[in-house]
């Protein structure tokens, strides 16, 4: 049993490693589009919309082939559609973080960190047991 914990929570952190590495991607083209947007007269609230959909798009690509690839997965399809949904949910939260952020006078860069930051344990934690979960024998144990 306690082998079994160990185990699994060593593969939770091996995939949190990889996963914060596609986050940082991620940052960084979020954080890219929004200020060339920003700076190029677009309003904060449809670059950021344009910048986190951007940013979900790469790293679906970036975690489905590389931090979770060898899982057995469901279609394609499949896993798209769930990993949108969960990056819709902390997207969302990052794009409420962001406004009402700025609207308190915080610098939009700033503001739009500490949005991607709140919303990435959630999007880990269902990402990893839900669009890319392991499919267990009924008789192992979680």
Do not use: C, P
């Amino acid at each position: 049993m306690t082998k079994n914990f160990i185990a699994k929570f060593y593969d939770l952190k091996k995939y949190f490693g990889k996963f914060a590495i596609v986050g940082i991607s991620g940052i960084v083209v979020n954080q890219g589009l929004l200020t060339i947007f920003v700076e190029s007269g677009m309003t904060i609230g449809i670059a950021s919309v344009i910048a986190i959909e951007v940013s979900i798009l790469t790293n679906f690509f970036l975690n489905n082939f590389w931090t979770w690839n060898q899982r057995g997965k469901a279609g394609f399809l499949k896993r798209f559609v769930k990993y949108h949904l969960v990056t819709a949910v902390s997207g969302g939260i990052n794009w409420i973080v962001l406004k009402v952020l700025t609207s308190f006078g915080l610098h939009y860069f700033a503001a739009n960190l500490i949005g991607i930051g709140i919303g990435t344990g959630i999007n880990f934690l269902l990402n990893n047991f839900w669009t890319f979960k392991i499919k267990f024998d009924e008789s192992e144990e979680l």
